[in-house]
């Protein structure tokens, strides 16, 4: 083990709480010079730092929930982005109580926020540039022994090299090798990745690297991301996980739907004025239709019809179904800016209000692509569980040009580990990757994709 490796929680938690002090002191200042002696009873000592006490935890709460304490692991344009959007939430969520301790008209100036704002970015930049080296010094990239179907080695070797900075292949080795030479294998090695490896095996070298406390990537079967979901049972003295099969409870699909139906109105009251410019910039483009409507598949298998933006010419499927690739000849020039900053799905909060989808839950798909996807994965059927989603976890953590199988992994993650808070989690994270380019990359040509 790295020497400081066993510090690493250590070190993020330390350049966080910082960058959170920091940021926390000049909002202290706006706040004592700006905000209190507007009041019309002013806070003494109590009041002041229930507000200071207050901007700091949310900061930390946002931050955190954003990723942006994940030094070492997010690459430094990722951190800025993290803790930008965490930064700015607080600014929002703090001026709302700002409203609300001065209790009267007219609101209290709104410029200090944004100033606020401006000086925290430039704080985030330059906490980064310095510690984005050092970080890089104290842990250098992993020697990593890969282990795997070598017809698969190609796509995950492809995902690696994105992460130079955490994983450097030192081999790669066929799952067919025997067993003694994995073991043999992996003693010159930081780490070992497990893909594609045959059960039996796979669970073997598990407890080998557990005994001697190697570090060990494995790559998870859909067995055990059921198993993840399961309830542990003791009524025994023998252990028991209980798996209930049924996607969500009565009760959880109960406040799903309140908090779809309340969230979705009051997103529709906000997203108004834009839906109506985009509606009008499809239009003035080419006086096609403005919305495109799809027949997709939701839970139990029940088929609708999803609302979209129209984003590509009007005929666009005229020769047949087929997904977006990149620099698609078929998509508009408002529809590449529509698709970029994600407007063209705002139509779907009709859909979540109608009932056909969920605002979190596994994108739906077409019928066809269903049946194709399951002949290669029969398991891609358990996306239907649960009602398909605006968002979802596969969306999150996934790309658009993510395989089937890796899409059916990371959507079962979901449904397995489901909670109300999990949802809210992930539309706050929705908010990150509409600044990201990858998720909305097209597919190459010849790869399979959901």
């Known amino acids: 083990m790295d020497k400081f490796d066993q510090y690493k929680r250590l070190i993020r938690l330390g350049i966080a709480g910082v960058e959170i002090l920091i940021e926390t002191l000049f909002f202290a200042f706006v706040w004592l010079s700006l905000y209190n002696g507007q009041m019309r009873n002013p806070y003494e000592n109590k009041g002041n730092l229930m507000m200071i006490g207050f901007y700091m935890l949310y900061l930390v709460v946002f931050i955190y929930m954003y990723g942006g304490m994940k030094y070492a692991y997010y690459k430094k344009g990722q951190l800025i982005l993290s803790q930008t959007l965490g930064t700015l939430i607080a600014n929002a969520v703090i001026y709302l109580q700002i409203i609300m301790v001065f209790g009267m008209f007219p609101f209290p100036i709104v410029w200090p926020i944004f100033a606020l704002l401006g000086v925290e970015f430039l704080v985030i930049l330059v906490v980064n540039q310095i510690t984005d080296q050092v970080v890089k010094r104290i842990f250098p ?12 080695k190609d796509n995950l070797i492809r995902k690696l090299s994105g992460r130079k900075d955490l994983y450097e292949i030192s081999k ?79 009760e959880q699909r109960i406040v799903k739907r309140l908090m779809d139906i309340s969230l979705s109105g009051i997103l529709l009251l906000i997203g108004a004025p834009f839906m109506v410019l985009t509606a ?59 698709r970029a900053t994600r407007l063209d799905e705002l139509p779907q909060l009709l859909n979540i209000i109608k009932g056909d989808m969920s605002i979190v839950g596994p994108r739906p798909e077409r019928q066809q692509y269903i049946e194709e996807f399951c002949k290669e994965t029969p398991e891609f059927i358990y996306r239907l569980k649960v009602k398909a989603g605006l968002t979802g976890y596969a969306q999150i953590y996934g790309k658009y040009n993510t395989t089937p199988l890796d899409k059916l992994k990371l959507d079962l993650m979901y449904i397995e580990t489901y909670s109300i808070l999990s949802d809210i989690r ?22 399979n994709h959901a």
């Open 280 to 338: 009008l910039a499809i239009k003035l483009e080419d006086k096609g239709p403005v919305l495109f409507r799809q027949e997709r598949v939701t839970a139990n298998g029940r088929k609708f019809f999803i609302y979209k933006f129209r984003s590509m010419i009007v005929d666009a499927e005229k020769h047949g179904a087929q997904f977006s690739s990149k620099n698609d000849s078929r998509i508009t020039k408002v529809g590449k800016f529509i």
């Open 426 to 447: 992930l539309i706050f994270l929705t908010l990150k990757i509409m600044f990201t380019k990858e998720s909305t990359e097209g597919v190459e040509d010849g790869q």
């Open 141 to 152: 990239p992993r020697k990593l022994l890969l282990v795997c179907d070598l017809e698969l």
């Open 172 to 250: 790669c080795v066929s799952a067919k090798e025997p067993l003694y030479k994995l073991q043999m294998e992996v003693q010159s090695c930081d780490a070992m990745m497990l893909y594609g490896l045959e059960e039996q095996k796979r669970n073997i070298l598990l407890k080998y690297c557990y005994e001697r406390s190697i570090r060990i990537y494995v790559a998870p079967e859909i067995t055990d991301i059921l198993l993840r979901g399961a309830d542990k049972v003791h009524s025994f003295d023998t252990p028991f996980l209980l798996l209930r099969n049924y996607g969500l409870s009565f």
